[in-house]
């Protein structure tokens, strides 16, 4: 699913930067990148999803080499085949919770937002229990239920790809097991490969595969 | 040879100058047609029948006059309605009696800009009616007036007067027919100056007789040809009252009158008695305030003056 | 509705006061300056042409403005009167036809316009239905004066006492509304119409009771001096004039020494025009005014301070502005997070540009909208409104 060969990264403003010789991940699989706090975790989730490009090296994502795609062409492979879920959600206030799932379908032509996508919307709310929420405003909503809608938002295109940060580093324990359950659930049915970031050394068992970032060849003040 | 064609020049030239002349009198009357023709005739209102009379002898075909009280009404204390009323509204001009007749005028909402007063030339020689009865609000409050006579037009050179001012609002009204009321206005003048002469000697002959008047009506006349008149109330139409009688009776005593002059014929209980109990003639003089059944104004002053002459004689 | 579009609806929905009081700024400063001309040229367009309708006014020596105001606009300042003789005179000038005027009373808020026949056709006035007043004590209506009063043809007005605390003051007159005129856009509209006779009866230099004369009057009567009868205060006097009383009303005095606030002459041409402004130019106990210079003086006033309130409102306006740009930046500055997670997860620039970009374009879109309705408003309704606040 994922191929990475001879990858280099630093931000322009600052003394990180990030070199992975190789580094791949098979389809269908459950995969956890591991690390302490700037080792790089993020920033290589965003080069797989192709919203950062190396300096060097090539990023292959599900057969697409990314990082020979123009932007257009990126955001195109990203809104279509990578589901993105965040640590702190990043639903839209000012949007329902049946909105803040569609949203993906809204803000890319590539996507038309046709009569069983919101079929699809509320079946995804149904399975992960709040169905009954769909017509409120995420500020009414507790944490765990945000994180919810959040994945729902991230799986309605049924990307084949699935890259979540820190998908539960905001969860109380209850909420935190409930999410990663629906998580992965969802894979283990859907065959789609998930990779997810985090710092949660408890959660580790559940992914079949854990990359562990110092073994990288990161360099910046915790490398 | 040449002096059959001088002879024939001549009548030639005679016929030219004769289609000439007729051209020049058909060009007149053409003017005077497309005078009116191009803005009409001037709608006059009056509010009595001499006035009316004055104004047609006066306008001519100049002039739309129209008097609308009907014939069995006094025009003095007609009350119109207002669909008259907004017929009075549309006139070019309005011509008013004064000296308070036609009270209906003071209560209206006429134009006053379209108002002539055509006494109002001489208003010094105006009458106060005798006898009216007036009232005041309060010992210091406002006093009404006295009623002042109205039978102007019974005076002939007062009747002048009123044509005067007649012939003076048209002509300002339509300052390029002046030449053609000034006319209609001389003739006019000359019959009531003649009028004039005919009542002054009928009215000589009454010289020192007195009159009574069965209405009081006849002040102007009085006025003018020096008769020594008073008046009762008795109506042409109605038995006078036992009052009325008794106010004749009073009236004889103090001075006896052998004449009456009526508005209309009296009634023949009423002449018969007039004459039997306290010989008095009773003789027509008809104020001639509303349109007559026949003829006009002038024929009937013609006639109220033949009347006055045959009692005289 | 496309999908940025929609999100951007929801994005004002959700944040409607601000929205709202956003437009509502923008609106009002785009508004104030243009609907203040509008209204301001307006107003005086209106004020002008009917001072330019009116050639000249004859009325007592005073404030030509309050002269000027009361004839032509019936303001409620009553000037001092001039006697109806001055009506005649003029007329005898053979210079120019006089219309004369008395505003004083009202009817509630309605002024009661006492004036000649001559008046209707002066100022083009049609009939709607029914026909003008032809005898004491009828009326006719404006149209706006038959709404506010509510009455049609062959109902009654009632004219209103001039204080409440004047008990021994005018009596009110009940007069039947014989007509209702076509709406002409002048103040016109607002005025109840009679003869100017009839104001005169309610002033109540005219009345109507029973003859004095008769047997029946006898409870009226404080006395006799010969052929005088001196009536007592008992004496009823009718308040309304009808068809059977109509002959009982009289006026006491010299109806020339009536009361008129204003004559209106109408000169028969520039030179008459001349010749009569030069025989009152003394102007000791009459004055002659030219409405449309009246108008014009007052209105230059109300030009000049028109130009500081537009210069005032236009630099509150740039402040607003300049506020209005501010709150908009910070706005975008808060929605960055928003822009991020939208180009994440594979939202294209155009479609962000869009939907930061909207809250602007939408609110100047409907400051825009609104200020241009506001301002058709003014130019369609502005001039009846300032008259009604101004009173006149």
């Known amino acids: 699913m994922i191929g990475i060969r001879d990858l280099e990264f630093a931000y322009s403003d600052s003394d990180f930067r990030l070199r992975i010789a190789e580094l791949s991940v098979a389809p269908a699989t459950t995969t956890a990148f591991i690390g302490p706090s700037g080792s790089g975790k993020t920033t290589l989730l965003n080069l797989i999803a192709g919203i950062l490009l190396p300096d060097r090296g090539t990023v292959e994502t599900n057969g697409t080499v990314v990082t020979g795609l123009s932007d257009r062409e990126r955001r195109a492979f990203r809104v279509e085949g990578v589901g993105l879920v965040f640590q702190e959600f990043e639903l839209l206030e000012y949007l329902t919770v049946l909105d803040n799932i569609l949203l993906p379908y809204r803000i890319n032509p590539v996507l038309r937002l046709e009569p069983d996508v919101r079929d699809r919307a509320a079946g995804l709310a149904e399975r992960v229990g709040i169905a009954d929420k769909l017509d409120r405003l995420p500020r009414r909503l507790s944490q765990g239920e945000r994180q919810r809608a959040a994945v729902c938002r991230a799986v309605l295109t049924d990307p084949p790809l699935l890259l979540t940060d820190e998908p539960t580093g905001n969860l109380d324990p209850v909420n935190r097991e409930k999410v990663l359950d629906i998580l992965f659930d969802y894979v283990h049915e859907s065959g789609t490969t998930l990779v997810s970031v985090t710092h949660d050394h408890e959660i580790l068992e559940r992914f079949e595969d854990v990359v562990d970032f110092r073994s990288f060849h990161a360099f910046g003040p915790s490398a | ?313 | 509705m496309s999908g940025t579009s929609y999100l951007a609806w929801r994005y004002l929905v959700f944040h409607r006061w601000k929205t709202a009081v956003l437009v509502t700024a923008l609106t009002l400063i785009l508004f104030l300056p243009i609907g203040l001309r509008v209204l301001v040229r307006q107003s005086s367009e209106q004020l002008t042409s009917r001072a330019e309708a009116t050639p000249l006014l004859v009325g007592a020596p005073g404030s030509p403005t309050e002269l000027v105001l009361n004839s032509l606009y019936f303001g409620s300042d009553v000037p001092a009167t001039i006697p109806y003789t001055e009506s005649e005179l003029v007329a005898g000038t053979g210079l120019a036809t006089p219309i004369p005027l008395y505003v004083r009373y009202r009817v509630r808020d309605q002024p009661i316009v006492g004036t000649t026949p001559e008046y209707y056709g002066f100022r083009g006035l049609e009939l709607a239905n029914g026909r003008l007043p032809a005898i004491l004590g009828e009326a006719v209506l404006g149209a706006a004066a038959a709404r506010a009063l509510d009455v049609g043809v062959g109902e009654h007005v009632i004219s209103s006492p001039e204080s409440v605390f004047d008990i021994a003051g005018v009596y009110p007159l009940r007069m039947q509304v014989t007509g209702i005129l076509e709406f002409s856009d002048t103040p016109d509209d607002d005025a109840v119409l009679v003869d100017i006779k009839t104001a005169w009866v309610i002033e109540g230099l005219g009345h109507g009771h029973q003859d004095l004369a008769r047997p029946e009057a006898a409870a009226g009567v404080l006395r006799r001096e010969g052929n005088v009868v001196i009536g007592n205060a008992s004496v009823m006097q009718y308040n309304e004039i009808t068809p059977e009383n109509i002959d009982s009303f009289h006026f006491h005095g010299d109806p020339s020494a009536f009361p008129a606030t204003a004559v209106i002459a109408v000169p028969t041409d520039d030179k008459a025009s001349a010749l009569l402004q030069g025989r009152y130019q003394d102007g000791a106990s009459i004055q002659i005014v030219r409405p449309d210079a009246v108008m014009a003086e007052l209105l230059g006033t109300v030009f000049t301070v028109e130009r500081y309130v537009v210069a005032g409102a236009a630099i509150v306006g740039l402040a607003t502005l300049a506020t209005t740009l501010l709150v908009f930046l910070l706005s975008l500055r808060q929605r960055s997070r928003e822009r991020e997670t939208l180009s994440k997860i594979g939202g294209s620039p155009g479609a962000i540009t869009a939907l930061m970009g909207s809250e602007i374009v939408f609110v100047l879109a409907l400051s825009l909208t609104l200020a241009a309705l506001l301002t058709w408003l003014a130019s369609r309704y502005g001039a009846e409104a300032a008259r009604a606040v101004v009173g006149l």
């Open chain 2, 1 to 313: 040879m040449n002096a059959r064609l001088v002879v024939l020049g001549g009548w030639f030239l005679l016929g030219l100058a004769a289609c000439g002349g007729e051209d020049a009198a058909d060009d007149e009357t053409a003017g005077r047609e497309t005078d009116v023709a191009a803005s009409g005739p001037i709608v006059v209102y009056t509010v009595n029948y001499p006035l009316a009379y004055f104004a047609e002898r006066i306008g001519g075909f100049d002039v739309d006059v129209r008097f609308p009280v009907p014939a069995d009404e006094d025009p003095a204390y007609w009350n119109p309605t207002a669909e008259k009323i907004a017929a009075f509204q549309s006139a070019d001009i309005v011509f008013l009696n004064g000296a308070g007749y036609a009270g209906w005028t003071e209560k209206a909402s006429l134009p006053r800009s379209k108002l002539v007063n055509t006494s109002a030339g001489y208003s010094d020689r105006l009458i106060e009616a005798d006898e009216s009865l007036v009232h005041a609000h309060g010992p210091e409050g406002e006093h009404e007036h006295g009623t002042l006579a109205f039978t102007t037009w019974l005076d002939p050179t007062m009747a002048i007067d009123q044509a005067r001012a007649i012939r003076d609002a048209l002509a300002a009204q339509r300052p390029e027919a002046e030449a053609r009321f000034d006319a209609a206005f001389t003739e006019l003048e000359s019959d009531l100056t003649e009028l004039d002469a005919e009542l002054m000697a009928a009215a000589s002959a009454l010289e020192g007789t007195p009159v009574i008047g069965s209405h009081p009506v006849y002040q102007y006349l009085a006025s003018r040809y020096g008769i020594d008149l008073r008046s009762v109330h008795f109506e042409p139409d109605e038995a006078p009252s036992d009052a009325g009688w008794q106010e004749l009776r009073e009236m004889q005593q103090e001075r006896a009158a052998p004449v009456m002059l009526w508005e209309a014929e009296p009634m023949p209980a009423t002449r018969g008695r007039l004459a039997q109990e306290f010989e008095i003639t009773s003789i027509v003089f008809s104020p001639c305030a509303n349109t007559p059944d026949v003829d006009d104004y002038m024929s009937v002053m013609r006639a109220n003056a033949q009347r006055l002459s045959a009692i005289a004689d």
